[in-house]
C-alpha cells in the first residue's frame, strides 16, 4: 500500500510539473495575442496573384496569399534600416524593398539600403547602395527578372520641379550603377532589359520612353482622339504589357469641362499605338484613378464618386455601390486589378482631433472578386507603438506652423476641404516665371481673396531662370557673367512683384525665389543675382526670400551684401524643426527667418480631397490678408 502511494504521489507531482510548464510556455503566446493593434497606414500594394499580394507602410511590409483573410509581417529586418521607401515583387517569391538608412538619416551623406528576397520575404539579404546626392527618396524600383532592375530617386527640389537620379543593377542588387539623370523622377515600368517607360513629371503630362535600359530617354508621341479637340491636360499613366509585344496605355484627357479616358493599345512592343477606347468620367478632373488590365479590361475610379466604371471584356459598367462604405473624408487613392473581378482598393482620408492639431492620415484596404460589385474590407492590423502619425503644427513665433506646396494650386472647393480638415496653415504658390513647371487655371485675385477668406496664408513664389551649374538641366538659366545676371536679378524682381499685385498680393508682402541646387562654379552668378533681386523688391516695398539648398544658401547668400530676408531651405530629413538643416549653420537666419521643407513628394487626403505635397515647417514670413 506504501508503495501505491508514493507512485501515486510521484504521478501526481509529474502531471503538476507538466502543466506548469505548459502553462509557462503558453503564456508568452497569449500575451502576444492580446497585445494593442491598429490598421496599418498604407502607402503602397500590389496584388500579384488572384489571392496573394503585399502592403507596405513606412515601417512594415505585410504579404497575403488567402486575398487579405490573414497577413504575414515580413518586413526586411536588420539594425540601420529605416523607412520603407519602394517596394517591388517580380513574383510571389522575389522581391525587393528600398528603405533609408536610419543610420545616416540627419548626415550629411545620406545611403538607401536595397533587401532582397527569394522565398516570398521569409528571409532578406540587405546591401547599401549609395545615392549621388544626399537626400534622395527612393520613389520607383522595378526588375524584369531575377537580375536587371532599376531604381528612381527623387531629389531635393520644390514642387515646381521633378528633379531625380536612376540607378540600375544588371546582378539582382548586389551592384548599382548610376546612369544619366532621367528627364523626370517618377514611377518607371520596363519590359525588357531595354525597353522601359516612366511617367509623371509635375503635372503629370509627361511620357518617356528608353530603348536603352535608362541612358537615353525619348518623350512618347500618341495620336490624338477621334474629336481632334486639343486637351487641356493630360494625365499619363504607366503602360501595361501582357508580352513584350501587346500592351495597353491610359491617358486621361480633360476638354471642354469633362474628363475622358483615352485607353490607346499596342502591338509591337509601343513603337506604335493606337486608340481601343475612350470612356467619359465626368466633370473635368485629373483625379481619376485607374487600374488597366489589358486594353479591353480597366478600371476607373473618378474623383466625382459617381460609381466605379469597369470595362470587363470589352463590356462597360457603372457601380454605384462602390463609393458606399467610404466617407465623405476619404478618396480612393489606388486601385490594383488582377484581371476582370478580382482586385484591390486603397482608400485614405485624414481626421484631427482638435482644430488643426492631432491630426493623422488613415488607410484602409477593400477587396473585391466580382469586378467591383462588392467589396470585403481586408484592412491589416499591426502591433500598435510607442509612436503614432499624428500631426500637431509647433507653436511658432509667426505663427506661420506648418503648411504644404504643391506644384498647381487647388480649387477653392478643394482647398476648403484641406483647410477644415489639415493641420496645414499656409500653402505655396507658383505665380509665374520663366521656369515655372504646372499651368495655374485656379490661380487669380479671386482665388486668393477665397483661400485668406477661408484663413490662409501663403507662400507667392517666383520660378525664373536657374544658377548656370543648376542641377535642373532642363532649365533655362541665368548669365554666367555677373553684371548681366544682377541685371536679370533686377528684371526677375519686377515681374514677380507685379504678378504678386495682379494676384492681389499688394506691397508690403514677401516673395520667395525657387532657385534650385547648384554647383561652386556658379557662386559669382549666382550671388549677382540673389542680391539684385533682393535690392529691387526692398525698393519695391517687398521682404525677398529665397529657396534652395542650405549649402548654397552658407556659402552664397548669407555673404552678399543684401542677403535674403528668410530662406527656405529644402532638406528631406523628416525633423520638422528649422534648424539642425544640412549644409546651412544654424548660426544664420536666426531671428524668425526660416522655412523647412522637410519631406518630398506624397500623396494626402484630407476631407476627401488628395493632393501630392511637399511638407514645410515655419518659422518665417509668409503672406497674410
Not at 500579384?48 to 483573410?69: E, I, S, Y
Not at 509635375?202 to 537615353?216: I, N, P, S
Not at 504678386?500 to 543675382?529: K, W
Request: one cysteine or more; glycine letters at 10%; hydrophobic letters at 35%.
Amino acid at each position: 500500500m506504501t508503495g501505491t502511494v508514493c507512485r501515486f504521489v510521484w504521478r501526481l507531482l509529474v502531471v503538476s510539473y507538466a502543466a506548469v510548464f505548459i502553462l509557462l510556455a503558453v503564456l508568452p503566446i497569449q500575451a502576444q495575442s492580446t497585445a494593442t493593434t491598429e490598421a496599418l497606414q498604407m502607402q503602397s500594394m500590389h496584388l500579384l496573384t488572384a489571392n496573394t499580394g503585399w502592403v507596405a507602410g513606412k515601417n512594415h511590409l505585410l504579404r497575403t496569399t488567402d486575398t487579405g483573410q490573414h497577413w504575414t509581417e515580413i518586413t526586411p529586418p536588420g539594425k540601420g534600416t529605416g523607412s520603407i521607401q519602394s517596394v517591388f515583387f517580380l513574383d510571389t517569391l522575389r522581391g525587393w524593398v528600398v528603405s533609408s538608412s536610419s543610420e545616416t538619416k540627419n548626415q550629411s551623406a545620406g545611403s538607401l539600403i536595397v533587401s532582397s528576397t527569394s522565398n516570398g520575404g521569409l528571409t532578406w539579404t540587405s546591401r547599401t547602395a549609395v545615392p549621388e546626392e544626399e537626400g534622395s527618396t527612393a520613389i520607383s524600383i522595378d526588375f524584369v527578372d531575377a537580375r536587371n532592375g532599376w531604381i528612381v530617386l527623387r531629389l531635393p527640389s520644390s514642387s515646381n520641379f521633378s528633379r531625380g537620379a536612376l540607378l540600375a543593377t544588371s546582378d539582382g542588387g548586389v551592384t548599382w550603377n548610376s546612369l544619366p539623370q532621367p528627364p523626370i523622377s517618377d514611377a518607371i515600368r520596363f519590359i525588357s532589359p531595354s525597353t522601359g517607360w516612366i511617367a509623371g513629371g509635375v503635372a503629370g503630362d509627361q511620357l518617356y520612353v528608353t530603348r536603352d535600359g535608362g541612358y537615353h530617354w525619348q518623350q512618347q508621341s500618341l495620336p490624338p482622339d477621334a474629336s481632334g479637340e486639343k486637351a487641356s491636360a493630360q494625365t499619363y499613366q504607366l503602360p501595361v504589357f501582357n508580352n513584350s509585344r501587346d500592351g495597353a496605355l491610359a491617358v486621361i484627357s480633360s476638354k471642354a469641362g469633362e474628363s475622358v479616358i483615352v485607353v490607346y493599345n499596342t502591338h509591337d512592343g509601343g513603337m506604335t499605338w493606337s486608340i481601343r477606347r475612350t470612356l467619359p468620367v465626368g466633370e473635368d478632373t485629373s483625379k481619376a484613378v485607374v487600374s488597366v488590365v489589358n486594353a479591353d479590361t480597366l478600371f476607373v475610379a473618378p474623383a466625382n464618386r459617381i460609381g466605379l466604371t469597369a470595362v470587363a471584356q470589352g463590356e462597360q459598367s457603372v457601380h454605384e455601390q462602390f463609393f458606399s462604405r467610404l466617407l465623405p473624408s476619404e478618396a480612393v487613392t489606388r486601385l490594383d486589378f488582377k484581371n476582370d473581378h478580382q482586385g484591390w482598393a486603397l482608400v485614405a482620408g485624414g481626421t484631427c482631433d482638435n482644430w488643426k492639431s492631432q491630426c493623422r492620415q488613415e488607410s484602409k484596404l477593400f477587396a473585391t472578386s466580382d469586378g467591383g460589385q462588392t467589396t470585403t474590407d481586408i484592412t491589416p492590423s499591426v502591433a500598435s507603438t510607442s509612436t503614432s502619425s499624428v500631426v500637431t503644427p509647433d507653436a511658432v513665433a509667426n505663427s506661420t506652423g506648418k503648411g504644404f506646396d504643391k506644384c498647381s494650386a487647388g480649387t477653392v472647393s478643394q482647398m476648403q476641404a484641406w483647410w477644415t480638415n489639415t493641420p496645414w496653415s499656409y500653402a505655396n504658390i507658383y505665380m509665374g516665371g520663366s521656369n515655372r513647371g504646372c499651368s495655374q487655371p485656379t490661380l487669380t485675385s479671386g482665388w486668393v481673396s477665397s483661400i485668406f477668406a477661408q484663413g490662409w496664408q501663403l507662400i507667392p513664389t517666383w520660378v525664373g531662370p536657374q544658377a548656370p551649374g543648376s542641377s535642373c538641366t532642363s532649365c533655362g538659366l541665368m548669365s554666367s557673367n555677373t553684371t548681366t545676371a544682377a541685371q536679370q536679378g533686377t528684371s526677375e524682381a519686377n515681374s514677380a512683384a507685379s504678378a504678386a499685385s495682379a494676384l492681389g498680393l499688394n506691397a508690403p508682402t514677401v516673395i520667395y525665389y525657387d532657385m534650385e541646387r547648384y554647383d561652386p562654379t556658379s557662386s559669382a552668378a549666382a550671388q549677382a543675382f540673389v542680391n539684385a533681386w533682393v535690392v529691387r523688391l526692398h525698393q519695391l516695398g517687398d521682404k525677398a526670400g529665397v529657396y534652395g539648398s542650405g549649402a548654397n544658401a552658407a556659402s552664397d547668400w548669407a555673404t552678399i551684401a543684401n542677403p535674403p530676408d528668410a530662406v527656405w531651405i529644402a532638406n528631406w530629413n523628416g525633423s520638422t524643426s528649422v534648424y539642425g538643416l544640412s549644409g546651412l549653420p544654424d548660426s544664420y537666419w536666426v531671428n524668425h527667418q526660416r522655412i523647412h521643407q522637410y519631406e518630398g513628394g506624397h500623396n494626402e487626403t484630407w476631407g476627401g480631397v488628395t493632393f501630392n505635397i511637399d511638407s514645410d515647417s515655419a518659422d518665417g514670413p509668409v503672406a497674410d490678408n
